[in-house]
């Protein structure tokens, strides 16, 4: 899973789709998702970042982290065509 190449994302939690014109804000947690996203981390490695960081239970991050890649999905600021050649 990729963020779409032309989505812009600020420190400050904005992603803007140019090709859309739609921005969004997300807040600070959100914003360290999408940076391990963009390295290319796999989703056990993003669970692991943020559950060493924050004080979270596994269950509700995973929940948490559904929910937040559903809207990014739902938004189009996806790619997941790499998931699709394994």
Do not use: C, W
Request: cysteine-free; proline content about 3%; charged content about 25%.
């Amino acid at each position: 899973m990729k963020l779409q190449k032309n989505v812009a994302v600020s420190e400050a939690g904005l992603l803007f789709n140019p090709v859309t014109g739609e921005s969004f804000s997300v807040n600070p947690i959100g914003v360290e998702v999408l940076n391990l996203i963009r390295a290319d981390k796999s989703p056990e490695q993003i669970s692991n970042a943020i559950l060493e960081k924050y004080s979270t239970d596994q269950v509700t991050f995973e929940q948490d982290y559904n929910d937040f890649v559903s809207i990014l999905e739902h938004h189009n600021l996806l790619d997941r065509h790499e998931e699709t050649k394994a």
